[in-house]
């Protein structure tokens, strides 16, 4: 072999080393990329990419609550099925089986997924709903949504509207579980 084959052969070599390396050096820096991307990926994001999916989610004091995701919003969740739905917002979420991989980013979000809590407990009062009103200590209560405010619902208990008024801020608020009856 001549010397210059020599030459252009170890050449040949320290360019595959390099390409090697740049390769090696370019997997991590898209590895550590990747972790840093998903370190902004929110739970609602990841719930959107599951609606219509069966999921069950965990809560304090309720346990474990099991349905159809059939709405997600920034801060909350609505999960249907088996005559009951439930509101859920996410800060109480302690746990979710049953979601998606993937996730939906809130730029892609219709204008209506992106309305808040209180656009859902608006809906609940407007139906006139019984409902079961979880809140952070453990309690429930039997009620209906009256009215809902910025940062509160006001709700009573009994058919009647003499029955008794509770304030629930919402940062009280485990969950909403609505029944199939309504008020007459």
Same mark, same amino acid.
């Given at each position: 072999m001549s010397w210059e084959n020599e030459l252009f052969a170890l050449f040949d070599d320290l360019e595959g080393q390099a390409t090697a390396l740049w390769e090696a050096d370019r997997e991590a820096e898209l590895a550590d990329r990747a972790r840093t991307e998903y370190g902004s990926v929110t739970l609602a994001s990841r719930l959107m990419a599951s609606r219509g999916e069966e999921v069950a989610l965990h809560l304090p004091h309720v346990g474990r609550i099991e349905g159809r995701l059939d709405r997600v919003g920034g801060s909350w969740c609505l999960l249907g099925g088996q005559g009951q739905d439930w509101i859920v917002p996410l800060r109480w979420v302690v746990g979710v089986r049953g979601a998606s991989e993937r996730s939906v980013p809130e730029v892609a979000w219709s204008p209506v997924d *992106? +309305?808040? +809590?209180?656009? &859902? +407990?608006? *809906?609940? &009062?407007? &139906?006139? &709903? *019984?409902?079961v009103v979880h809140l952070v200590d453990g309690t429930r209560h039997e009620a209906y949504v009256e009215r809902v405010g910025a940062d509160f619902l006001e709700c009573r208990s009994g058919a009647d509207r003499l029955g008794d008024l509770l304030l629930v801020p919402y940062d009280g608020l485990v969950a909403v579980q609505s029944r199939e009856d309504q008020r007459t």
């Open positions: *992106r +309305l808040g +809590l209180r656009a &859902a +407990l608006r *809906r609940v &009062a407007d &139906a006139e &709903a *019984r409902c």
